[in-house]
């Protein structure tokens, strides 16, 4: 006859809670954190108000100047600075962020 065995788990929100990965937990604000960190010496800069001014939010990265969104789509750029800074960032950083984020959430990046 088989033994039975019994597995008691927490629910997944109270495993999620201790490596810090609920919406809006420790690991998404890391997140967030890094890539505006990541992403400051991607955005056009002639003043440095549109970089310096930058918002974050629980999940996501406000440029909020008026001509930001101009910026964003229309930047000629010079050197590492110019449109679309987020996803050049990400193609150069992505791997280092993930890496950074898995630690925090006391995991690897595989």
């Not at 788990?9 to 495993?15: C, G, L, V």
């Not at 950083?93 to 950074?100: C, F, K, Q, W």
């Given at each position: 006859?088989?033994?039975k065995i019994k597995l008691q788990?927490?629910?997944?929100?109270?495993?999620l809670a201790k490596r810090g990965l609920q919406k809006g937990g420790s690991v998404q604000r890391f997140f967030t954190h890094e890539m505006r960190r990541k992403m400051d010496p991607y955005v056009p800069f002639l003043t440095g108000t549109l970089?310096?001014?930058?918002?974050?939010?629980?999940?996501?990265?406000?440029?909020g100047q008026p001509y930001a969104k101009r910026q964003?789509?229309?930047n000629?750029?010079?050197?590492?600075?110019?449109?679309?800074?987020?996803?050049r960032c990400w193609a150069d950083?992505?791997?280092?962020?993930?890496?950074?984020v898995a630690?925090?959430?006391g995991g690897k990046a595989e």
């Open positions: 006859m088989a033994e788990m927490d629910p997944a929100q109270k495993i970089k310096n001014t930058a918002i974050e939010h629980e999940d996501s990265v406000e440029y964003y789509h229309e000629k750029g010079k050197g590492l600075r110019g449109r679309e800074w987020d996803k950083n992505g791997d280092s962020i993930l890496e950074s630690k925090m959430a």
